[in-house]
């Protein structure tokens, strides 16, 4: 599986911002896509994640509110959308695949993961 993340940049506190995962290599339907982002030293961080068939998303509780995870199957993409940003959304995220899973927060239960898509945000 090829993942690739794009969408990020240097945004202002309070903007908005929509990620995207595009996967390939393996049907799309059977990928949970999950998000994490990685601040300077820091360990990465779940940010949420999606799955389908049958459909289940889950946020973690730092974001939950801000951010909205979707999925495009005819595009083989996911996205995270981020409001609200601020300096502590400031990070490299990730996108990552997981074979039949649940999109859990679990760094290990990925199989692969995307070069990361940077992401400032300028107070």
């Known amino acids: 599986v090829q993942l690739q993340a794009s969408g990020g940049g240097l945004v202002q506190a309070g903007d908005s911002l929509r990620l995207s995962c595009t996967a390939s290599?393996?049907?799309?339907?059977?990928?949970?896509i999950g998000w994490f982002r990685q601040a300077p030293g820091k360990e990465r961080e779940f940010v949420g994640g999606a799955r389908e068939s049958p459909d289940h998303v889950n946020y973690s509780d730092s974001v939950k509110g801000r951010i909205t995870i979707s999925r495009d199957s005819a595009k083989n993409t996911a996205y995270l959308e981020m409001n609200d940003l601020d300096s502590e959304d400031t990070g490299t995220y990730y996108c990552?695949?997981?074979?039949?899973?649940?999109?859990?927060?679990?760094?290990?239960?990925?199989?692969?993961w995307g070069q990361g898509t940077q992401v400032t945000v300028s107070s």
């Open positions: 990552a695949a997981d074979l039949g899973g649940w999109a859990t927060p679990i760094v290990d239960d990925y199989d692969w």
């Open positions: 290599g393996r049907p799309f339907s059977s990928l949970a």
